[in-house]
């Protein structure tokens, strides 16, 4: 990957970020704005394993993503309850990152099916200053 590119994704979305996240339901899409942190070719998001996108990624994983002059194909992964072990880190990053939303009673964190979502980019487009870089995430995936 562009080294330039992975810092403007940084610097762009290494943040609380607004991104829209296209599912399919059956042949028809379906849209809808989540609140999102990237970090390492991949954006992360809390929401709910019975919700529609969930349900939607678990029939088909492949997804969309599109925000602040970026659109990547991707892969959805639900990675389980947001207090299971493994999630411990990065969950520690999104309470911080989402701090100024996260507890106002919109998140149960006491509840099984509160889970964390990884959106694996794989090929995208980002536009920066008037240059269009292409990434392939998936190469810079499997450099590190």
């Known amino acids: ?15 609380d970020t607004l991104l829209s996240l296209a599912t399919l339901d059956g042949n028809r899409p379906s849209v809808r704005i989540v609140n999102s942190y990237y970090e390492d070719g991949a954006f992360y998001t809390v929401t709910y394993a019975l919700s529609n996108k969930i349900q939607q990624i678990k029939r088909n994983r492949e997804v969309a993503v599109c925000g602040e002059w970026f659109t990547a194909y991707d892969i959805g992964e639900n990675l389980g309850y947001v207090r299971d072990e493994k999630n411990k880190e990065m969950m520690s990053k999104l309470h911080t990152v989402f701090a100024e939303w996260y507890d106002n009673g919109h ?3 006491n509840d099984p099916n509160t889970c964390l979502l990884c959106i694996k980019l794989t090929t995208g487009v980002l536009f920066h200053d008037g240059k269009k870089y292409s990434i392939d995430f998936t190469r810079y995936q499997n450099e590190h």
């Open 1 to 15: 990957m562009n080294d330039k590119a992975l810092t403007i994704m940084t610097e762009r979305f290494g943040h």
């Open 107 to 109: 998140t149960d964190e």
